[in-house]
């Protein structure tokens, strides 16, 4: 009896040990969301500058809209969010990885474009008819994208909602001036709304250290209310506490179990049991 009792000492003490281990096998990774959606977010309202006329309606106007743009398409809007979207490969999350890298590589395909038609000897006008097939291929990614949301928050939701409408209101107005103007409003409210969910990101993961004092607002029908999607994803909060707290937490949990019938030599899974936040699965 005495050397069971001692044997299970001593399991629970390697299990303690292994769950302890895990923060530094599993570190937590900053949140690259802010970045590339402050990056998106501040590109495309510029761009609405153009379709709303609100910087000019004349020629030369709507020249130095594109000329801003175009520098910020290429680096502002397109690099940092390519640097977004790659950061999200360490935090498993394909979701952040797919938008980031996409819309990354849209706004860096959209600066070219700009900058073959100003080097080019002859002058090089835009297809209209291949400007509308470009955005509705882009919108239906996007709403692809966005039925994934529906697994998400509500503020992501609404973020690509908007922007899939955005997408397909300009392709339309790629030939009719007043609904471009239209389009480009929807830009705004898309860029707004992408402000917004970058703020939140940050104030919860620092002034609220992890908790989310401003709510992304959840879907009735998401049951997982702690790991939305059961991935991790743009809106889910990543708490900043994570090293500090989470090796206190296993010791005491552990101590409890010393000695009991219910110590194990095994650490449990992330799936029976709570998902540590900042678990980025397997290496």
Known sequence: MKNETRLQEQMGRVADEVKALRPHVHPPVPNPAPLGLIGFGLTTALLQMKHTRIAGEDSDDLEGTDALVLGFAVFFGGLLQLI????????????????????????????????????????????????????ILVGIYTTVL????????????????????????????????????????????????????????????????????????????????????????????YGALHHRSSIKNLTKSGNKDVGSSKATAVAPSPAEGDIEEGYVGPV
């Not at 999200?88 to 706004?107: H, P, S, V």
């Not at 006008?125 to 291949?130: H, L, P």
């Not at 409408?165 to 707004?192: C, K, M, P």
């Open 84 to 135: 977004a979207g790659l950061s999200e490969i360490k935090r498993n999350n394909i979701f952040g990885y797919t938008a980031f890298c996409l819309y990354g590589g849209f706004w860096m395909s959209m600066g070219t474009v700009e900058i073959v038609s100003l080097i080019s000897r002859e002058e090089v006008g835009v297809n209209k008819k291949a400007v509308q097939c470009m955005l």
């Open 146 to 237: 966005w039925i994934c949301t529906l697994k998400m928050n509500k503020t992501i939701s609404l973020l690509f909602f908007l922007l899939a409408s955005t997408l397909y209101i300009l392709a339309v107005g790629a030939r009719h001036e007043l609904t471009d103007q239209v389009g480009g409003w929807f830009g705004f409210a898309t860029a707004a709304t992408a402000y917004w969910l970058a703020a939140a990101e940050l104030i919860n993961d620092i002034v609220g250290e992890g908790e989310e004092i401003i709510p992304l607002g959840q879907w009735s029908w998401n049951t997982d209310k702690e790991n939305i999607g059961v991935f991790h994803v743009p809106g889910k909060i």
